[in-house]
C-alpha cells in the first residue's frame, strides 16, 4: 500500500493549493481516503475524507467553507483543493486511508487509521 502526497509549499495568506494524494495497493471501494494535518505541537487534525462507494464526505467545520476533497478513481488520486489559506493553515498535511470512515473524521482515533502518506508541508506566509 502507498499513499504519495504532492503540492505542499510556501503560499501567501489569502493563497490557494491544491494537494494531490496517489494512493495504491488497496481496492478503493472498500476505504475512505482523507486528509489530515499536524502543526507543531498539536495532535493530528481530520480535515476531509471521501468514502468512493457511496460519495460520502466529511468536512472539518474549520476547513468546510474553504477546502474541497475530491477524487478521480481512474487515475487513484485523491485531491484538496485549498483557498483562503491562513498562516494558522501552516502545518505537514497528510493523506491517509482507512476501511473504516470515522477514523478519518474523528481526531482520537487519528492514531489507528491504517494507511499514512508521509506528508507534506504547507507554510502560510502572513
Known amino acids: 500500500v502507498q499513499l504519495v502526497e504532492s503540492g505542499g509549499g510556501l503560499v501567501p495568506a489569502g493563497g490557494s493549493l491544491t494537494l494531490s494524494c496517489a494512493f495504491s495497493?488497496?481496492?478503493?471501494?472498500?476505504?475512505?481516503i482523507g486528509w489530515l494535518r499536524q502543526a507543531p505541537g498539536k495532535e493530528r487534525e481530520p480535515l476531509a475524507a471521501?468514502?468512493?462507494?457511496?460519495?460520502?464526505?466529511y468536512y472539518a467545520d474549520s476547513v468546510k467553507d474553504r477546502f474541497t476533497i475530491s477524487i478521480d478513481t481512474a487515475k487513484s488520486t485523491v485531491y484538496l483543493q485549498m483557498k483562503g489559506l491562513k498562516p494558522e493553515d501552516t502545518a505537514v498535511y497528510y493523506c491517509?486511508?482507512?476501511?473504516?470512515?470515522?477514523?478519518?473524521?474523528?481526531?482520537?482515533?487519528?492514531?489507528?487509521?491504517?494507511?499514512w502518506g508521509q506528508g507534506t508541508q504547507i507554510t502560510v506566509s502572513s
Open positions: 471521501v468514502r468512493p462507494i457511496d460519495g460520502r464526505i
Open positions: 491517509a486511508g482507512d476501511r473504516f470512515f470515522k477514523a478519518l473524521t474523528v481526531a482520537a482515533m487519528a492514531r489507528g487509521i491504517d494507511y
Open positions: 495497493g488497496f481496492y478503493v471501494d472498500d476505504y475512505g
